[in-house]
């Protein structure tokens, strides 16, 4: 079974510019979640979707980052316009309401010049 | 406030010896907790969980043992094996039906052949 997807992989943009994440949860999971990981901060959840509808948002650092989920299979982190201190890692997860575990893709590397 | 703590960053170990990490946590809601194993440009990877209604749950080399009193939990590997060089995360979920997961900072496991 293929895991989480996420993509790009990495990506390098300019301050000021837009830029989207991706994702692809595993087929059958119905929670996903949108992690960022940096030095300073450690791994630290942004939000999180439970059968498409957003839950919990209270970690998005401010109103440039964005997030939607159109579907069970899909969804974007959007950060507009972008600065230098959103250069980190950016994750994605999904899982099944209720059961905890939660499985992680492989990871955005962002970085804002 | 770090609800989820590792207090030790680094931890070297013996090839075949036991390994064992340790996590703290602070919020008494806390109900389900985790381990993540992570590699280099990969995502966190789930190792193993307990609930709180337990205080031990084993899956093959890896046992985690909750002690509730004292707010703590750890993880046992053994023997270690050089594969098990990574860095390892402890998380947390509250018992208020939240699927959000606090994670602690990591420690950084490296065996030694």
């Known amino acids: 079974d293929a895991g989480v997807i996420q993509s790009p992989r990495h990506e390098v943009t300019e301050m000021g510019q837009e830029v989207t994440l991706r994702c692809k949860p595993i087929?059958?999971?119905?929670?996903l979640f949108w992690y960022r990981q940096t030095m300073m901060r450690g791994l630290e959840l942004l939000i999180y979707?439970?059968?498409?509808?957003?839950?919990?948002d209270s970690g998005m650092p401010e109103d440039r980052f964005s997030a939607k989920m159109p579907n069970a299979s899909f969804s974007t982190l959007k950060i507009q316009p972008s600065e230098p201190r959103d250069s980190a890692v950016y994750f994605c997860?999904?899982?099944?309401?209720?059961?905890?575990?939660?499985?992680f893709g492989p990871g955005t590397r962002l970085t804002v010049l | 406030d770090q609800q989820v703590k590792q207090n030790s960053p680094s931890l070297s170990v013996q090839e075949g010896r036991i390994s064992i990490l340790n996590c703290d946590y602070t919020?008494?809601?806390?109900?389900?907790f985790l381990w993540y194993k992570k590699y280099p440009a990969e995502g966190p990877t789930f190792l193993i969980s307990?609930?709180?209604?337990?205080d031990k749950n084993e899956d093959g080399r890896f046992t985690v043992f909750l002690n509730k009193s004292a707010k703590h939990l750890s993880l046992h590997i053994v023997p270690s094996q050089p594969g098990d060089s990574a860095v390892y995360f402890c998380?947390?979920?509250?018992?208020?039906?939240?699927?959000?997961?606090?994670f602690g900072t990591g420690t950084r496991l490296t065996i030694i052949p």
């Open positions: 997860a999904s899982g099944r309401v209720g059961e905890g575990e939660q499985f």
């Open positions: 087929s059958g999971h119905n929670s």
């Open positions: 979707f439970n059968n498409n509808v957003p839950i919990d």
């Open positions: 919020n008494s809601m806390f109900d389900y």
């Open positions: 307990i609930s709180s209604i337990k």
């Open positions: 998380a947390a979920r509250s018992n208020f039906g939240n699927e959000k997961l606090t």
